[in-house]
Nanobody
Framework: QVQLVESGGGLVQTGDSLRLSCVASGRTLSRFPVAWFRQTPGKEREFVAGINLSAGYADSVKGRFTISRDNAGNTVSLQMNNLKAEDTAVYYC?????????????????????WGQGTQVTVSS
């Protein structure tokens, strides 16, 4: 497992943008599939975006959110534009514990063995 740390959450208004970042402690993320999930009270943690050989998104965020890696592979970011009240949640970064996977991306929570502590995103209308 790898220790993940998220940052960038906050309180914004509808239509605003936020950029979340995920950094692995002591290692690069460049060879590992990474995803963002989110969770609200009383609901299951849901897939938002993932990246490995390519990127993929939940339908609810497609066209508004972008997941990316920096050139060094140390940080995976989630750029969130045109935020809506329903985007309010705790956002979690997750990484597959096995490097060099040959799938494009995965929305399956069970594949991700490492999770961050989460960062709160609140969008007020």
């Amino acid at each position: 497992q790898v220790q993940l740390v998220e940052s960038g959450g906050g309180l914004v208004q509808t239509g605003d943008s936020l950029r979340l970042s995920c950094v692995a402690s002591g290692r690069t993320l460049s060879r590992f599939p990474v995803a963002w999930f989110r969770q609200t009270p009383g609901k299951e943690r849901e897939f938002v975006a993932g990246i490995n050989l390519s990127a993929g998104y939940a339908d609810s965020v497609k066209g508004r959110f972008t997941i990316s890696r920096d050139n060094a592979g140390n940080t995976v970011s989630l750029q969130m534009n045109n935020l809506k009240a329903e985007d309010t949640a705790v956002y979690y970064c997750a990484a597959d514990s096995t490097p060099d996977r040959r799938y494009t991306y995965s929305a399956d929570r069970e594949l991700y063995g490492s999770w961050g502590q989460g960062t709160q995103v609140t969008v007020s209308s």
